[in-house]
C-alpha cells in the first residue's frame, strides 16, 4: 500500500466518509477557501493511480469510490508506526505511551482490562 500525503489523505477522507463522488462534489465538500476543480482532479487522479480510488462513468462524467477501506489503510499506517519507530513491539508502544503520559490511568487499566478479556 503506497502512503499519502497529508493532502491525499485529506481527499481520501470525503470518499471514506461519503461513498462514491465526482470531483464537483469533492471541491463542493471542502471549507472556504474551497480548492480549485483543477486542484482537486489532480488529488485523485494520484489516489487512483496509487490504487485507492476507481472510477465509473456515471451521466456523462466519472464517479470515484474507494477501493481501499479506511481500516485497512490506518491498519497498515499503523503497523508500519510500530515497525519503524517501536522494533515491531505493541509492548514497546504502550510502554512510550504511559511512560510519555499519553494514556490516563484509567486508560491504562481498561488496557488491562481488555487484554485479560481476550486471553479468557
Avoid at 25 to 34: F, G, K
Wanted: proline share 2%; charged share 30%.
Amino acid at each position: 500500500m503506497k502512503s499519502l500525503t497529508e493532502r491525499e489523505e485529506e481527499v481520501m477522507n470525503f470518499f471514506w466518509e461519503n461513498g462514491i463522488l465526482s470531483v464537483r462534489d469533492v471541491v463542493a465538500l471542502h471549507d472556504e477557501p474551497r480548492p480549485s476543480r483543477t486542484t482537486v482532479a489532480t488529488f485523485v487522479k494520484f489516489l487512483e493511480e496509487k490504487g485507492y480510488l476507481d472510477h465509473k462513468v456515471e451521466n456523462k462524467g466519472f464517479v470515484y469510490f474507494p477501493i481501499i477501506e479506511r481500516d485497512d489503510y490506518c491498519g497498515h499506517n499503523l503497523r508500519s508506526v510500530i515497525s519503524r519507530y517501536f522494533d515491531n513491539s505493541i509492548h514497546n508502544v504502550v510502554n512510550f505511551l504511559i511512560k510519555n503520559e499519553e494514556c490516563s490511568d484509567v486508560e491504562v487499566k481498561e488496557l488491562i482490562s481488555q487484554v485479560s478479556d481476550k486471553r479468557r
